[in-house]
């Protein structure tokens, strides 16, 4: 894993303390800008909803050389890209450690700027297999502006900081419906980063649905310049 890695200037977490907040869109929307002016991968680790490929409109299945599949300039791993039958993932945990450590240990990822990891919402043993072993430099952590999201968040947000990374908050969502400025307040609690925000939008979950990325179609481009240029600006 460690010479598969070797490769990967920085490491970046994406995490939520909970599923529906948009945690892959803003994954795969940050890994996209980063690639117009960096080398990116985006590795899929949450195992029991691997939506990347989709995301990205990814078809294509890894080959016997476990090279990454590539779109937008960006490459992918993912448990999408191994020939499964499909149906729920019901794994236990070593289980899910073993898939995670496989997709590290065999992709090839050659050189990279940036590797943005799709973490697994919450903070249990697939979280901590990622932060224990990958050697993470910092944390994305997205969160609505709804209570209970800031609060398993902060969670997130505290396991991340356990491991004396750099943690920066994206607010996701923000508009009328899930409210605005949480997550900006949710960062000055934890006297951490605030990244930036996304406006709830028809157009950014069309264009997703549609396996293409918010930002390769101009939509939300502003807010998520601004989050990768904050990104840059932690891991520095």
Request: hydrophobic share 40%.
């Amino acid at each position: 894993m460690k010479e598969k890695l070797s490769g990967v200037r920085h490491r970046i977490a994406v995490m939520s303390g909970k599923g529906g907040v948009g945690k892959s869109t803003t994954a795969v929307n940050i890994a996209c800008m980063l690639a117009k002016r960096h080398k990116v991968g985006l590795l899929d680790a949450d195992i029991d909803c691997p939506n990347i490929v989709n995301l990205m409109g990814i078809e294509e299945k890894f080959d016997n050389s476990y090279q990454p599949a590539e779109k937008y300039g960006v490459k992918v791993s993912s448990m999408s890209l191994i020939e499964m039958e499909s149906g729920p993932t019901m794994w236990r945990g070593p289980l899910i450690h073993s898939a995670i450590m496989q997709l590290l240990e065999l992709t090839e990822w050659g050189t990279l700027d940036y590797l943005i990891i799709d973490m697994p919402p919450g903070t249990s043993d697939a979280a901590l297999t990622i932060m224990q072993f990958v050697g993470i430099n910092a944390a994305v952590i997205v969160t609505t502006s709804q209570d209970l999201s800031m609060m398993d968040a902060a969670k997130s947000a505290k396991m991340a900081l356990g491991f004396y990374k750099p943690v920066g908050i994206v607010e996701n969502m923000s508009g009328e419906v899930f409210g605005s400025g949480g997550g900006e307040t949710l960062a000055s609690e934890l006297s951490i980063p605030f990244l930036g925000r996304v406006e709830l939008s028809k157009q950014m979950r069309e264009s997703c649905d549609r396996g293409v990325p918010a930002v390769m179609n101009n939509i939300n481009v502003k807010n998520f310049e601004v989050i990768v240029s904050n990104i840059e600006k932690m891991v520095k």
